[in-house]
């Protein structure tokens, strides 16, 4: 795939910079943990600093100074489920709450509680003031609430998704000398085949750059993960780069995604666990159900390195890693000092691997993909 | 200056690892920065993770896998001051004290209250086996409560010094294939131009690898230290290096210490300021008192990145910095950006640019002193 800050390799694992930075990693990390391209949240950048801020400081990538390529999400995600997912803690501090509606969604800051409203229009214009490389349309993230409902939300989704293509190719049409910004459609209609099938034929009609996969189960769980795209699996634009939204909490979840056939997926999770002292330990051996499985000596794919058993441990986090932290020397027994004496290096040592190793593992992937 | 990790090239800033980690920086970044040497807490070490689990991890060099030189303090700076200085605070929570007797102090852990005993033997036993280039003799940090307290309290850090060399010289002659550790002496006596002499004959007249100066105003204020330097310069041994204790808070106090005859001194400001938003802006001009001075256009010399004015602004912190932050080309405007966030990557961004400005800074001291 050709972007405006080089060609990404797919299938490709995209760390997620949330509000322009990817926590605790600057640029020179991240380019040494091999990412190509990394996600940023238009919620998060609308409210703050402001997309007007972004645009004036050369757009996100100078702003950030990452030179490699950047996707930004609609804030779809980010402002139906303050609505839906969160809706016991809206009621207490009142804050943190949206509503939505068929035009778009008003949603109250979780910085200050001040109102604000996205729409379709607006999410592609603040996404191209942003300037990334990828955007996406504005959807609604379904929530599990019926059949009904999920038709109701896609039928929402479908059109927004009109009202983005309308929006970027006007703007598109009066760029001159900017580079394009090539918009991804997504799929939506929960875990019904019937509705998943229906928004990936409204999808794939419009013809646009990439297809995403997003809502329902996708990216929590790998076995509803794989069902729902084998529904959809023959309507999908062969020649375009299919993105599985929210996928890669484990490493056994990267493998299952690649072999339904992901070119692209992002997820918070190799940060947020590394940060929480999960850190991902084992390696690629071929077998499993389609060829390939991660092994690991320890359940769920991870240590935990609070863990007592590693006050004296000194082995790598994982012998077989080639991240920075591996290659340097850090042991169990030292990232287990940090960790419990709340040591600010530790955050970064143990992101850095667990980056490191699901985008080493994706390229890995990627090896027996172009082998076979 | 030799050590079993190096020549260390003088004068030196030396950054402050408190539990074996400098906040926010890993080994790489430290080398990045110049760093030759850094500090580590015995009195931190201590209480977690233990001296002895330090000593089976391969010594201090080793956990934390810094391959250049390693000084520890003897924690009689942490253990007094827990009596001396924070005494309102003790009273409420009936922790974090201490009580100073001639033998040694009887303190309470800052972790969980736990009661325990530093005396000079334990001190030095304790560095022996963390296993630093350089370790320091065990001292009363004199606070500022009259000439007969600082008398007393220097009587007291002298005769640990005799005891710290005594034993000292009995685990050095044991030793076989390990490498020697250079012990270095403190001169004390408070702000008392009497004392301080009196303080610094002892010390001297022990003959260690080195002397240090600690306790009174130093550190805290460049005229004070550079009025008890010049009390007792004709007595410091010339051949030995000069360890000005906790000295480095702003570049000028670097050139005042340099200008007095520092060859090392260390300080946490450097790291904990970046983590509050003061980032040093400036550079080393020549003029001033003693033939440089630092010039910068900040008041303070640092700049608050916290400051709105700094929001839109997309400069580097200082744009004559070679630190990896402004040779990377982060701008103000992201860092401010980063803060106000509480993003983890900032506080290392911040950290590395202050450390490395230090250290800079102390190079080209050097070399001014070499040409000269």
Redesign the interface.
Known sequence: MNTPHGKIKTPVFMPVGT??????????DLKRCGAQVILANTYHLYL??GEK?IE???KIHN???WSGAILTDSGGYQVSSLGHFIKAKDKKNNFARSKIDDEGVTFFSHLDGSKHRLTAKKSIEIQMKLGADIIMAFDEATPNRGKSYARRAMGRTHRWLTECVRVWQKIEKKKTKQPAQALFGIVQGGNYRSLRRESAEFVASQNLPGIAIGGGSIGQDKGETAKNISWIREILPEDKPWYFMGVGVRPSDVISAVECGADMFDCVAPTRMARSGQLYSGKLVSGGKNGWRFESEFARETLNIANARF??D?KLIDENCDC?TCA????R??LH??F??S???Y???ASLHNVSLMIELTEKLREGIIKA
């Open positions: 509000k322009a930075a990817v926590k605790s990693l600057d640029s020179a703050r600093p801020l004036k400081m050369g702003f950030m100074n006050k004296r000194d920075l340097s020397g850090y042991s027994a030292y000092h940090l419990k004496a040591e600010l290096s955050y970064r040592l």
